[in-house]
């Protein structure tokens, strides 16, 4: 963080936060209502704004040597989408995420709040190529695995013949169109997530949960 905007309320509310930025050495200035809101994307503000470093690291520092599992995200548009699987991806002890292809900017407000921080603590990477991205993950030595709703094999399945407990990099599409053909062919496994009830399909961030959880299940048992 290198400097901290805070309204007096938020201050007040906040205190052992702004000691903190204090004590770090952070600038910190006191700001009206109203300047907050300029400075805030938000409707409802909530009276502090930081100015931070970029989040995004190189695509070789993201994948770290002995990663056993990374989420892939591609041409998802969605930023609130992109930020609850960035926090999935945390939850479930994953070590990267990696945003390709047309895949909404990390940065962005939406995709930054849905996180819940999530984008500061493990590593974010973007990369525009996506064929560059996969090309990182296999030498990387992880196995790349599409989650798509068509895909003729599920999870489950694949679960208890072993193969999630592999080092893995799954690869997640929009929530509108999926990933395209072509990604799912080239690609070295494709699965989808069981629906036994009526839904007609999960919405990305849950689908991702589901898979991430599982890998990081079967490689921890």
Known sequence: MHELFVTADAATRNRS??????????????????????????????????VCSLVDVPLSAALAPGARLVAVLHGVADPGNAGTVVRVADAAGADAVIFAGDTVDPHNGKCVRASTGSVFHLPIARVRDAGEAFAACRAAGLRLVAADGYAPEDLV???????????????????????????????????????????????LATAAAVCLYASARAQRA
């Not at 809101?37 to 009276?47: D, F, K, N, W, Y």
């Not at 208890?160 to 395209?180: I, M, Q």
């Not at 494709?190 to 009830?197: E, F, N, R």
Request: hydrophobic content about 45%; proline content about 6%.
């Open 17 to 50: 936060l702004v000691h903190a930025a204090v004590d770090a050495g952070v600038p910190v200035s006191t700001v009206t209502d109203k300047a907050a809101a300029g400075l805030s994307e938000t409707v409802t503000p909530q009276g502090l704004v930081a």
């Open 157 to 203: 399945t694949a679960d208890l013949r072993g193969d999630l407990a592999v080092p893995t990099g799954w690869v997640f599409g929009s929530e509108a169109h999926g990933l395209p053909d072509e990604v799912v062919a080239g690609l070295d496994a494709s699965l989808k997530v069981p629906i036994y009830g009526g839904a007609e399909s999960l919405n």
